[in-house]
């Protein structure tokens, strides 16, 4: 009778499966994807100097904040009003930026 050994298969390293990097060369600069399918884009209005119109500045120093409530120029609502100091980082400019922001939950009254 011949001995017929165990089929021994090759073991497989169980590699995962390796992702394709194509490396297209028209890549947008930062183009870090923060989300998937993320299709809604809004433009945000980043302050600037009325001087030299940069949008260049130093970090937000005295955050003033108050409960106010009532609606922006452009039909926002909007539930509190902060004043933050900054200086303009390219003619040194100093300015108080307002921001009007909604924290309105959605909760049924
Ligand atoms: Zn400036």
Redesign the pocket.
């Given at each position: 009778m011949a001995k017929k050994p165990p089929q021994t298969q090759p073991r497989k390293p169980q590699s995962p499966p390796v992702a394709q990097t194509t490396s297209t060369p028209a890549k947008p600069p930062a183009a870090k994807s923060r989300g998937p399918n993320v299709t809604e884009v809004v433009d945000v209005k980043v302050s600037h100097?009325r001087?030299?119109?940069?949008t260049e500045r130093t970090a937000y120093t005295n955050t003033v904040e108050r409960e106010i409530s009532g609606v922006t120029s452009d039909h926002r609502p909007y539930t509190h009003i902060l004043w933050r100091s900054t200086k303009?980082a390219?003619?040194?400019?100093a300015r108080k930026d307002r921001c009007f922001e909604n924290r309105k939950t959605e909760r049924s009254s």
């Open positions: 100097c001087k030299c119109h940069s303009c390219a003619c040194g400019q």
